[in-house]
């Protein structure tokens, strides 16, 4: 059989065979993508009584938590803070449980343990009752009269099709959405959230490391300097405590240790293991990069990790503890933060994250924590706001929901919503909507509200 024309028209082009693809599984309810938004979804779909597929390009559940190695999942948590109920809380003390977590360092939060949550996710998924299907990466939509009736994937098996009742696109770029012809934005590439690959060490003299934090402690107000950590705060964040490092690396620089271009590098570590293992090291920011784009992928994989090699040198050098400390790992892949939103049919605002929006038709509630685009907000008091349900529906295609970070929104209010938690609201709003979708057979955009927000709060999420 051939797979594409031998004789195209344009030498440049080459246009692939129609071919017939096996059925290999049926569902009711099918999420594409597992990270905090897709764990969600499958969570909330099945245990609102459908049965569930979770798909997932890679070989393990988490997303960007186990395949990117973020570990910070609720470090803007404060005494004040009113914070998501639902499986995002579920999931943390789950983890905790499993001893998978950590005390994260500036806030009243636990931090997981990126390659442990694998484990959690696992064990998780199989409870659910939810099918787990991991190394099939979605390729195409299976389309029938304006509706998703299934997807196409690529995997180790060859081109196989999965139909599915409800599909959630929890993908992080609304790559299912895109390709089934929904409207979707995307931020300019030089405008979008940078991209960072993500590395531990080991070897880390943590009583060292700590003396040398708590003798130089840093705050908020630190971040300032370069155009990547020149952020807006509303003052009260200002003076809080920050596991920000930046001066070994300009120190670095001034001795001729790092190119002087590396001036950029400053950020975040996450944990200090008692066996010296310093991780969630997010210290690497390349602007430019569309994460939509293999060759973007390509490049920022490859600057990433020398930038990387160059950060850990620094640190052997200038960071009290790392002497004899290297690299632990990197992440599984590049740290995605900003590619497409969909234009759903309630585009979140600004003005919706910072002035605690309530709508009726909420399905989850998120502190006003704003990390984004210049600005962080911390939410040391108790302002929250309402996700809508609106803002998970795309326009144009039947029997699809997006969750994740892709859901609808402009700039300011991603820097919120992308938040992993605020991720698991949506993801479990979705999920639910796609179950009760399901049994009343209402179509996604008219929905009876009341009977999601009902098993919503059956499933112990907070709406209000
Ligand atoms: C470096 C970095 C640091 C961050 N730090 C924090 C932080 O400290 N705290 C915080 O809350 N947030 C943080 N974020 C943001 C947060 O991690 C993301 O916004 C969040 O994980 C998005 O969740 P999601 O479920 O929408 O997508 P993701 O976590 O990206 O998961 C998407 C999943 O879909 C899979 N997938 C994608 N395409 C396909 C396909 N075609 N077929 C099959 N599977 C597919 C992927 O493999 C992945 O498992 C950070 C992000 C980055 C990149």
New binding site residues.
């Given amino acids: 059989m051939l797979v594409s024309d031998p004789r195209p028209a344009d030498p440049k082009r080459v246009r692939e065979a129609a071919r017939t693809v096996d059925v290999i599984h049926e569902t009711d309810v099918l999420v594409?993508?597992?990270?905090?938004?897709?764990?969600?979804a499958a969570l909330g779909a099945a245990r609102a009584g459908a049965r569930t597929t979770l798909?997932?390009?890679?070989g393990?559940?988490?997303?960007?938590?186990?395949?990117?190695?973020?570990?910070?999942?609720?470090?803007?948590r404060h005494e004040q803070t009113i914070d998501s109920e639902g499986i995002g809380r579920e999931l943390e003390d789950r983890a905790k449980a499993m001893g998978a977590t950590s005390d994260e360092p500036q806030s009243i939060s636990q931090a997981f343990d990126a390659e442990m949550f694998k484990y959690v996710a696992d064990v998780v998924v199989a409870e659910a009752g939810v099918k787990p299907m991991l190394h099939?990466?979605?390729?195409a939509p299976i389309i029938d009269d304006g509706a998703i009736r299934g997807?196409i994937?690529e995997s180790k098996s060859g081109r196989e099709a999965i139909l599915a009742r409800r599909v959630v696109d929890?993908?992080?770029?609304a790559?299912?959405a895109a390709r089934s012809g929904a409207p979707t934005r995307k931020t300019p590439k030089e405008a979008m959230?940078?991209?960072?690959?993500?590395f531990s060490m080991t070897g880390v003299d943590k009583r060292e490391f700590l003396d040398e934090v708590k003798a130089d402690p840093q705050t908020y107000r630190d971040w300032a300097g370069n155009a990547e950590w020149d952020i807006e705060t509303t003052g009260k964040e200002d003076e809080l405590f920050s596991p920000f490092l930046r001066k070994p690396f300009k120190k670095a620089v001034e001795a001729g240790v790092i190119p002087p271009n590396l001036i950029t590098l400053a950020g975040?570590w996450?944990t200090v293991t008692d066996q010296g293992d310093l991780t969630?090291l997010?210290l690497v920011h390349l602007s430019g990069y569309d994460g939509t784009d293999a060759d973007d992928l390509t490049r920022g994989e490859i600057d990433g990790r020398r930038q990387a090699i160059h950060a850990i040198e620094a640190l052997r050098r200038f960071m009290p503890g790392c002497e004899d400390a290297k690299l632990r790992n990197f992440?599984m892949?590049?740290?995605?933060?900003d590619t497409r939103k969909i234009d759903a049919h309630y585009n979140l605002t600004e003005q919706d994250v910072r002035e605690q929006a309530r709508f009726e038709d909420s399905i989850g509630i998120f502190p006003e924590f704003i990390?984004g685009y210049g600005v962080l907000v911390l939410p040391t008091t108790g302002r929250y706001f309402q996700v809508p349900y609106r803002s998970l529906v795309p326009q144009g295609v039947g029997d699809l929901i997006v969750?994740?970070?892709?859901i609808g929104g402009d700039r300011i209010s991603h820097a919120s919503?992308?938040?992993?938690?605020?991720?698991?609201v949506?993801?479990q709003g979705a999920g639910v909507a796609a179950a009760v979708s399901l049994r009343t057979g209402q179509p996604f955009d008219r929905l009876d509200l009341g009977k999601v927000q009902e098993e919503l709060r059956r499933q112990h999420v907070r709406i209000d």
């Fill in positions: 594409v993508g597992s990270g905090p938004g897709g764990l969600g798909l997932e390009r890679n393990c559940f988490g997303g960007n938590i186990t395949q990117v190695g973020v570990e910070g999942f609720a470090w803007y099939r990466q979605f390729v997807v994937t929890a993908t992080g770029d790559d299912v959230l940078s991209a960072s690959v993500m975040t996450g969630y997010n992440g892949t590049l740290g995605i933060r990390d969750a994740g970070r892709s919503v992308r938040s992993m938690m605020c991720c698991t949506s993801g």
